[in-house]
């Protein structure tokens, strides 16, 4: 076992009480609390990179030992297991304290780099922030963490990871439709990692009930542990912290953007500190390109969360820390404002640089590029039309000695439906404008495909392939999970003979539960 610390409990202030029973807890970032133990714990999945991450090695992981503190069965020495206080926005409403309902922080490994990751237990039992619910998670939603964590962070989007995932052999009862027809579900527990789960709802909720002093403390372990190059807090220090969250906030959505992630519940307890994305639930991949998608059942009517509203909710949530830190900007709204410029700045710049790659340019060089974007997008959007498979096709047709006269058969692939002519030939004017911008980048055609394809993947988490996973380890068989996981190692090399992974949504899919749509239950 490696040697385990823990810097948030040792340095911030906690909850005196140590019971589980559920409450409101004040004056404190958190509270003690322990796993607390499953029947008959069995590791499902390991990801070979985070153990890697972390010095530890895989056959160690494997053993009995381990096992035991994944399932949350064993609390090893030097661990100061804990759940984190905080609150939030939820659909755009204050919900007050949320907390750590069924994460439990086990305590931090230096890792190889020097880094500290923090190793935290997903489903592993009731805490003071539990309200009604059993700290548990099921197995299908674990698999959909585990995977998604892992797939997001090889296609390069920040994000927490996933260690391990444990199946614990306990029932759990869920109603996943919330129709009246609750059922036994297996339980699991994803042991999640990250050098910090600190959320914008850590600081909302110290603000939230006037308690001035624990934001600072909050803020300033923040600034020290994870901001160390912004300086000593001050004012701009607290200011120059809120920026850096802005920017990274922006960068993060700018990715999901651009490979076609929803994450579906943006709520502010569900947005990372550090610009990682946190929290996967009823998330998806817009499969065709959709910008009014989103897989949350619960947000259907509404669409708060839906893909191209992404960008205006990460706003939202940055105003939402932003007030949240007035109390350390000395009453300096101003610096909220900047904040938000500084958001929006960001996202531009970032989502214009990842669209000039996707479509082999240096970079969009005036307005007619962007408006070319634009019209991309716009097309895209006019028919069902599969995102990834349309950018990937398109480092294939760049290759081609003359602009494309006849619409490319690489890139009717991308289409769920039959379209028109009209459409076809309004596509094939983009495209042959496309191709004669491209070439004037003057680079060697080979060289720019190849770029191309290392920013448009080739294989993301489908919706449906999560679903198959779930439905295989649900019939006691969990080789589509280790294959799936393996797939997604490398998302923008061919994979050749893994094809049918890439392929687009098959028309079954199409409407089936966690296809398609999921709930919030898990
Ligand atoms: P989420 O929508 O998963 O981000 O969860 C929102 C809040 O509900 C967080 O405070 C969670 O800790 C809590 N929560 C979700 N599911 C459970 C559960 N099964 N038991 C206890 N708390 C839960
Ligand atoms: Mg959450």
Redesign the pocket.
């Known amino acids: 076992m490696p040697h385990f610390s823990s810097r948030f409990v040792d340095s911030t202030p906690g909850d005196p009480l140590t019971d589980t029973r559920s409450r409101q807890v004040q004056g404190a970032l958190w509270s003690r609390v322990q796993p607390t133990p499953v029947s008959a714990p069995r590791l499902v999945a390991l990801s070979p990179e985070v153990a890697r991450l972390l010095g530890l090695e895989e056959q160690a992981l494997r053993s009995e030992a381990w096992v035991r503190v994944l399932a949350g069965n064993a609390v090893e020495p030097g661990m100061a297991p804990y759940a984190a206080n905080y609150g939030g926005h939820q659909f755009g409403q204050w919900a007050g304290q949320?907390?750590?309902?069924?994460?439990i922080g086990l305590g931090e490994v230096r890792a190889p780099d020097g880094t500290l990751y923090e190793l935290q237990l997903k489903g592993a039992g009731?805490t003071p922030?539990?309200?009604r619910?059993?700290?548990?998670?099921v197995l299908r939603s674990s698999i959909r963490e585990f995977l998604c964590s892992e797939a997001m962070h090889h296609l390069g989007v920040p994000t927490t990871r996933a260690l391990s995932l444990v199946a614990t052999g306990d029932a759990v009862v869920r109603d996943m439709f919330y129709d009246g027809h609750p059922q036994e579900e297996p339980g699991a527990i994803v042991c999640r990692v990250a050098p910090s789960f600190l959320r914008f709802g850590n600081f909302e909720l110290c603000t939230s009930r006037g308690d001035v002093a624990l934001l600072k403390q909050l803020a300033d372990y923040t600034l020290s542990q994870f901001f160390p190059e912004l300086g000593a807090p001050s004012k701009d220090t607290y200011a120059a912290f809120f920026h850096e969250v802005a920017r990274r906030t922006a960068k993060l959505i700018a990715q999901w953007q651009t490979v076609g992630f929803v994450h579906g519940?943006m709520?502010t307890?569900?947005m990372s500190i550090l610009g990682l994305t946190i929290?996967y639930?009823p998330y998806g991949w817009v499969d065709d390109f959709d910008p009014d998608w989103t897989p949350n059942t619960t947000d259907a009517e509404q669409g708060r969360y839906r893909f191209g509203n992404q960008p205006a909710i990460g706003m939202w949530n940055v105003e939402r820390l932003g007030v949240a830190l007035m109390p350390l900007f000395e009453g300096d709204e101003g610096l909220v404002q900047a904040g938000l410029l500084e958001y929006q700045r960001a996202l531009n710049a970032e989502m214009l640089g990842r669209y000039a790659a996707k479509l082999g340019l240096a970079s969009l060089e005036d307005e007619a590029d962007v408006q070319r974007v634009n019209a991309c997008l716009s097309w895209l959007g006019a028919e069902e039309t599969d995102m990834t498979l349309f950018f990937r096709g398109l480092s294939r047709v760049v290759v081609a000695p003359t602009a494309p006269t006849v619409f490319p058969d690489v890139l009717r692939e991308a289409f769920y439906r039959p379209v028109s002519e009209p459409h076809l030939a309004r596509g094939l004017e983009w495209l042959a404008s496309w191709w004669q911008r491209a070439r004037r980048e003057g680079a060697d055609p080979v060289d720019q495909a190849r770029r191309m394809d290392a920013v448009n993947p080739k294989y993301v988490l489908r919706n449906y392939l999560a679903q198959e996973a779930i439905d295989a380890a649900h019939a006691g068989d969990d080789s589509k999970v280790l294959e799936l996981l393996d797939v997604m190692r490398r998302p923008y090399d061919e994979q050749p003979g893994r094809e049918a992974y890439a392929a687009r949504r098959p028309e079954w899919a199409r409407s089936k539960p966690g296809c398609s749509a999921l709930s919030?239950s898990?």
């Open positions: 949320l907390g750590d309902g069924r994460a009731r922030y539990s309200r619910g059993d700290g548990r998670a519940v709520n307890d569900n929290d639930g919030c898990s």
